[in-house]
């Protein structure tokens, strides 16, 4: 899984080889702020309405489960 780009201003893509079955996004003290079940291998998401700072993208696809750091400007 590749999430870029990484650190942006809110927008990021996130990339990979097999189907994203969900994604997560929790700020710093852990509250989910985003939230989407995908369904596919890329996926846009704009957090540019979100405060800058380091969150945390988690994502689901098949039995793995990978967490990210990802810093918005």
Partial sequence: VSVYPNPSHGIFTINSEEEIGSLKI??????????????????EIDLSGHAKG????????GDTLRTQKIVIQ
Avoid: A, R, T
């Avoid at 710093?28 to 291998?41: A, F, H, M, P, R």
């Avoid at 380091?54 to 696809?61: E, R, S």
């Fill in 26 to 43: 929790y700020n710093v003290v852990g509250e989910l702020v985003y939230g989407s079940e995908v369904k596919s291998d890329k996926q």
């Fill in 54 to 61: 380091i969150y945390f993208i988690q994502v689901k696809y």
